[in-house]
Every structure is written in structure tokens, then in C-alpha cells.
């Protein structure tokens, strides 16, 4: 079981934001909290790729929707609104007790609302990947 870090986020009002994640462990619950959030709420994503997406190869560089220095590195999989406070917001992801999940990977990366920096209007945090194990 591991979470890690792969690829790096882009800044926004308050810095780059950077994931955290406890292990990926079958059966129990993985917690990936999001740091320097300019605002309580952010977007997690979750997906099966860091390579390619619906969009196109990855990373996707957005500095044509107006978020230039940015790249998603993630394929939005999964989508969820995670909300927090104080500059972080936590996404919990329950895995179940089951074997034929162990060794699975998946990737996150947060989709950061900051209203206002860019012509967008969010900044991402670097890309973080997990192996589930024991």
C-alpha cells in the first residue's frame, strides 16, 4: 500500500496546494486532505489514468480556459466536492474488504476554486497516485 506524490500543482492566492493521504488499505477508509485552499471548498478528482483522459493524452495543459501554468494530470474518473476549513478540506474513500482489490492504483488531484486569480477561476494541486495493499 502506498500515496504518493507524481506530478506538481500550479499556485494560486495561497500557494500550491498539496496532497496528503493516509495508506490505501483493504477494509479500512483512505483520507487524502488538500492543504493551502484559498476557499473551504474544493473538487476532488479521482481516476484510473494519469495518462490519458476523455480529453486527451495527460497532463492537459489549461492555460486555454485560462488557468495558465496548470495541467490536469488526473482523468476525472470520480468527482466529489469536498469542503473543510482553516485552508484544507479532507476526501474519504472507503475500500472494501475484499483481496481482489489489492495492488489496484488510482490517482488524485484537487480541482481548487480561487475566484478571482485567473481567468478560470481554480488552480489544481499537484498529483498524487496510491496503490491499494494490505
Known amino acids: 500500500a502506498g500515496y504518493g506524490f507524481f506530478g506538481p500543482g500550479c499556485a494560486g492566492s495561497t500557494g500550491v496546494s498539496h496532497l ?3 495508506q490505501p488499505i483493504v477494509g479500512q477508509t ?4 488538500a ?3 484559498p476557499s473551504p ?3 476532488m478528482l479521482t481516476g484510473f489514468s494519469n495518462t490519458i483522459s476523455s480529453s486527451g493524452p495527460l497532463p492537459l495543459d489549461l492555460t486555454i480556459l485560462g488557468a495558465p ?4 494530470r488526473v482523468s476525472p474518473d470520480v468527482t466529489s466536492l469536498i469542503f473543510g476549513g482553516a ?3 479532507s476526501f474519504n474513500l472507503p475500500i472494501p474488504n475484499n483481496s481482489s482489490y489489492s495492488g489496484f492504483v488510482l ?3 484537487c480541482f481548487v476554486l480561487d475566484s478571482g486569480f485567473n481567468a478560470l477561476g481554480a488552480v489544481l494541486s499537484d498529483g498524487a497516485g ?3 495493499g494490505y
Open 30 to 33: 483512505l483520507t487524502v486532505t
Open 35 to 37: 492543504n493551502s485552499l
Open 69 to 72: 501554468g496548470c495541467a490536469a
Open 41 to 43: 471548498l474544493a473538487i
Open 20 to 22: 496528503t493521504g493516509s
Open 107 to 109: 490517482y488524485n488531484q
Open 130 to 132: 496510491m496503490v491499494i
Open 87 to 89: 485552508g484544507t478540506a
